[in-house]
């Protein structure tokens, strides 16, 4: 296990890696870099955007026998986040003695890199996503290549050679060697195991615990990742301005654009309990540490208009690593979860010390960044309802560009039809407000009333009566107001000729 050395220590190509001494907000990327010199990995926007710097960072699987690998963005992740884990980058794919990996091999045949720069961030997440293929025997569709570089700009090429040299990748791969496809981390767990972080509380001699910090400077700030559930509790009451760390998709921009330096960070990624998802007939418990991504698989089937809100969210690296509840914790007017969340009825579990309250989502916010939490307090888990019978729940986002952008707007809503009126009514919306929200006087237009009788002048004059005209960077009021009156008459009429098709 990590001792308290002021070392972050994590595998890199079957050796260990110790990082001693350096700054707690020290990115992933500049490690790599500046310090180990692994310079295929590129810095293009330091937010996480533009995928010139995606690496591969994996823990132990279940079994203990082999590494699960999920694409980075370097440029937002800290390096104590590390601790405990393993790294590839660009330069891990070739073999020993030379050979490069499918994909590498397929682009230079392809001709899928011409300036270069954002090649090995391309590769890299092409080489994540073919971990799949040896298992099921396939290779991927178009579709499933596109959503895996939807993360990754290249201003040269197109992406059509890019396809085409994953597709190639695949199908030479499945006819020759399809373990050629996969990442080799056998070197790797063996040493995984010995720096394993403990998952157990360190306990002081009069019993209380002890965090133990991964990082730790000579004027106190330090850089924390606790085991439990119990020590998160404890560190926050008795460090109630601390930072929490979970994807790092917000904390990354605070430090590279706003050159932030958190006094007290802690870091939840070692928390097993904050990573669990338990589900009963009628809902779901999703901890504060469970990704998107996550998130997304779990909600495909009952809710496919949530998972497509959740897929243009962001890209794979950035499904992966953000998680639920930041996205709810950092209480963006925009945050695209939060609508969807509201109208399915989603509930928040909230723990300060050992003492646990419940708060329905569409009352945690009270203004523009401000939230019901109490200093020490935090999200533990979301409740998410499942559908109940004869329950609808339709959901869209519009921005300016189609996939990763910011949202003018997001509009959610759930309802039955109950005798060909709709009942129940739950309508949400983000971008309208100062924080997401629902719309109880859009709710009580549609309540009770056939799809056919809802109308234009009367949604308008709720909207009229419920937000503050503003005019934003991402749209005007007048746009807003229109698309968020529109979705609604789209929800209403497709549910009316859904009834009427049945």
Same mark, same amino acid.
């Given at each position: 296990?990590?001792?308290?050395?002021?070392?972050?220590?994590?595998?890199?190509?079957?050796?260990?890696?110790?990082?001693?001494?350096?700054?707690?907000?020290?990115?992933?990327?500049?490690?790599?870099?500046?310090?180990?010199?692994?310079?295929? =990995?590129?810095?293009? /926007?330091?937010?996480?955007? @533009?995928?010139?710097?995606?690496?591969?960072?994996?823990?132990?699987?279940?079994?203990?026998?082999?590494?699960? $690998? !999920?694409?980075?963005?370097? /440029?937002?992740?800290?390096?104590?986040?590390?601790?405990?884990?393993?790294?590839?980058?660009?330069?891990?794919?070739?073999?020993?003695?030379?050979?490069?990996?499918?994909?590498?091999?397929?682009?230079?045949?392809?001709?899928?890199?011409?300036?270069?720069?954002?090649?090995?961030?391309?590769?890299?997440?092409?080489?994540?996503?073919?971990?799949?293929?040896?298992?099921?025997?396939?290779?991927?569709?178009?579709?499933?290549?596109?959503?895996?570089?939807?993360?990754?700009? @290249?201003? @040269?090429?197109?992406?059509?050679?890019?396809?085409?040299?994953?597709?190639?990748?695949?199908?030479?791969?499945?006819?020759?060697?399809?373990?050629?496809?996969?990442?080799?981390?056998?070197?790797?767990?063996?040493?995984?195991?010995?720096?394993?972080?403990?998952?157990?509380?360190? $306990?002081?001699?009069?019993?209380?615990?002890?965090?133990?910090?991964?990082?730790?400077?000579?004027?106190?700030?330090?850089?924390?990742?606790?085991?439990?559930?119990?020590?998160?509790?404890?560190? !926050?009451?008795?460090?109630?301005?601390?930072?929490?760390?979970?994807?790092?998709?917000?904390?990354?921009?605070?430090?590279?654009?706003?050159?932030?330096?958190?006094?007290?960070?802690?870091?939840?990624?070692?928390?097993?309990?904050?990573?669990?998802?338990?589900?009963?007939?009628?809902?779901?418990?999703?901890?504060?540490?469970?990704?998107?991504?996550?998130?997304?698989?779990?909600?495909?089937? =009952?809710?496919?208009?949530? %998972?497509?809100?959740?897929?243009?969210?962001?890209?794979?690296?950035?499904?992966?690593?953000?998680?639920?509840?930041?996205?709810? %914790?950092?209480?963006?007017?925009?945050?695209?979860?939060?609508?969807?969340?509201?109208?399915?009825?989603?509930?928040?579990?909230?723990?300060?010390?050992?003492?646990?309250?419940?708060?329905?989502?569409?009352?945690? $916010?009270?203004?523009?960044?401000?939230?019901?939490?109490?200093?020490? #307090?935090?999200? #533990?888990?979301? #409740?998410?309802?499942?559908?109940?019978?004869?329950?609808?729940?339709?959901?869209?986002?519009?921005?300016?560009?189609?996939?990763?952008?910011?949202?003018?707007? @997001?509009?959610?809503?759930?309802?039955?039809?109950?005798?060909?009126?709709?009942?129940?009514?739950?309508?949400? $919306?983000?971008?309208?407000?100062?924080?997401?929200?629902?719309?109880?006087?859009?709710?009580?237009?549609?309540?009770?009333?056939?799809?056919?009788?809802?109308?234009?002048? %009367?949604?308008?004059?709720?909207?009229?009566?419920?937000? =503050?005209?503003?005019?934003?960077?991402?749209?005007?009021?007048?746009?807003?107001?229109?698309?968020?009156?529109? !979705?609604?008459?789209?929800?209403?009429?497709?549910?009316?000729?859904?009834?009427?098709?049945?």
């Amino acid at each position: 296990m990590t001792q308290v050395t002021n070392t972050v220590r994590f595998v890199l190509d079957g050796r260990i890696v110790e990082a001693q001494g350096k700054r707690r907000t020290t990115t992933v990327l500049d490690y790599l870099r500046e310090e180990l010199h692994r310079t295929g =990995t590129k810095e293009g /926007c330091a937010e996480g955007d @533009c995928g010139a710097c995606v690496v591969l960072v994996g823990e132990l699987n279940a079994a203990g026998t082999g590494v699960d $690998y !999920l694409p980075v963005n370097a /440029c937002i992740q800290l390096l104590p986040s590390l601790d405990g884990k393993s790294v590839k980058t660009i330069e891990s794919l070739k073999k020993a003695d030379g050979t490069l990996h499918p994909v590498q091999d397929a682009m230079v045949k392809c001709h899928g890199s011409q300036c270069g720069f954002c090649t090995p961030g391309i590769v890299m997440s092409l080489a994540h996503v073919v971990q799949v293929v040896p298992g099921r025997g396939q290779g991927l569709s178009r579709g499933e290549i596109s959503d895996a570089l939807s993360g990754n700009l @290249c201003r @040269c090429t197109g992406y059509q050679p890019i396809i085409q040299a994953t597709q190639q990748a695949c199908s030479t791969a499945l006819a020759t060697d399809p373990s050629s496809l996969a990442i080799d981390s056998s070197a790797d767990v063996p040493l995984l195991k010995e720096i394993k972080r403990a998952t157990h509380p360190t $306990y002081s001699l009069d019993g209380e615990i002890v965090v133990q910090p991964v990082v730790r400077t000579k004027k106190g700030s330090e850089f924390v990742s606790p085991a439990t559930l119990a020590e998160v509790a404890q560190y !926050l009451v008795q460090n109630p301005g601390t930072t929490l760390l979970a994807g790092s998709s917000e904390i990354g921009l605070q430090v590279n654009k706003q050159f932030a330096r958190p006094g007290h960070i802690c870091y939840l990624g070692n928390v097993a309990e904050l990573k669990a998802v338990t589900e009963t007939s009628k809902a779901w418990r999703i901890g504060a540490m469970v990704s998107l991504e996550t998130v997304l698989a779990l909600v495909k089937d =009952t809710f496919p208009d949530f %998972a497509e809100v959740l897929r243009r969210f962001g890209s794979p690296p950035i499904r992966a690593t953000a998680t639920l509840a930041g996205n709810i %914790a950092n209480g963006s007017p925009i945050g695209d979860s939060m609508p969807c969340l509201m109208a399915l009825g989603a509930t928040l579990v909230l723990r300060r010390g050992d003492k646990q309250r419940t708060v329905a989502l569409d009352k945690f $916010y009270t203004g523009q960044k401000q939230t019901v939490l109490q200093a020490g #307090e935090f999200i #533990e888990a979301i #409740e998410l309802p499942k559908l109940a019978a004869g329950q609808t729940f339709r959901a869209h986002k519009v921005s300016k560009r189609f996939e990763q952008d910011i949202s003018a707007t @997001c509009c959610a809503m759930s309802f039955s039809l109950v005798g060909g009126k709709l009942k129940n009514v739950k309508l949400a $919306y983000n971008g309208l407000a100062p924080s997401p929200c629902r719309a109880p006087k859009l709710e009580a237009v549609l309540e009770g009333k056939a799809p056919a009788d809802v109308t234009a002048d %009367a949604l308008d004059g709720a909207i009229a009566a419920s937000f =503050t005209a503003r005019d934003g960077l991402r749209a005007t009021w007048a746009y807003r107001s229109l698309v968020a009156r529109n !979705l609604v008459l789209e929800f209403v009429e497709d549910a009316a000729e859904s009834s009427v098709a049945a």
